[in-house]
């Protein structure tokens, strides 16, 4: 599981270019699917027959893309002004390394010199208008024959094992649920299951919508990374959630609240079956959730996800624990829903 989740957090995958985490996903379960199809806003849905013939009564759904950055313009001098793709806090952004483009250019984010700012500057975390992309160019004309306008930047980062069990990379949001729905589909399944690696999920849940309209689930367990706040400056009630207490369980965020008896079902898995579970101390943002509950005639859902520290950021961190104990409690929640 954890070196699927390693290979996977390297590729590229920023929202609308996810073609490289499609395609290496795609390699990997093609020879346990029963159908592999990609849609018109590059989904990958896959689906394989199990032990009970239910159709498409259940699907799974993560998504491939992450966040990252996209070149707007070109300055006179080569430097490339940006906007970001998905919710990313600038704050982290002055000084990290990025790779651009299709060529994977290597480039770093950068800002006014601190000398050259005023106290009041200082005060103040800069707008994104204040930053650029250095590329290394000379000029205009140099940083557009290896750029060009609407090329993706990704954020580089080695995905490392650290610590007590700990596991740190980009984009564990929510390359965390593909890895498990990886590993579920070479697995024997106990009922027909459809899985959905959607696109566009950090761009507002858009290719989760075409997925759910063409599958027509009864059913959807929506499988995530979630954030978690278990840092020093704030209080344990105002942490949201804690790497390492176990998957957490959804009710309610941002964008959707969850079917009440498929939650207590997830819950009563976890507990028979000795699997540690937490919920969320703070509401906020949204899941793929939201766009596959109001498909057509609606559609039950519910979810798993993972806490991790730093989300949409260079360096995210979650518990190795976590992420094996998510794939134990999906593994038992669609038995569970084959035995029904």
Known sequence: MIETLKTLCALSGV???????????????EPYADSVRVDALGNLIVFKRGAKPTGNRLML???????GLIVK???DEGFLKFGCVGGIDRRILLGKEVAVGPGRIPGVIGLKPIHLTTAEERKKVPKITEL???IGAKNREEALSRVELGD?????SEPVDFGDGMFKAKAIDDRVGCAVMVKLLEEDLPMDCTFAFTTQEEAGCRGAFGAAFSVTPEIALVLEGTTAADVPALT?????????RGPVLSWMDGGAIYDRSLFERLRTLAEKNGLPWQMKHYLSGGTDAQSVQRTKAGVRVTGISAAVRYLHAPNSVCSQCDAEQMLALARLFIRDVAED
Do not use: N
């Not at 759904?61 to 966040?67: L, N």
């Not at 993706?152 to 580089?156: E, N, Q």
């Not at 344990?236 to 390492?244: A, K, M, S, T």
């Open 73 to 75: 313009s070109v300055t």
């Open 132 to 134: 650029y992309l250095d």
């Open 15 to 29: 929202s609308s270019w996810e073609d490289e985490v499609r395609d290496y996903i795609r390699k990997r379960v």
């Open 61 to 67: 759904c993560a998504h491939m893309d992450e966040v």
């Open 152 to 156: 993706v930047a990704v954020f580089v």
């Open 236 to 244: 344990e009630d105002r942490q949201v959630c804690w790497p390492g």
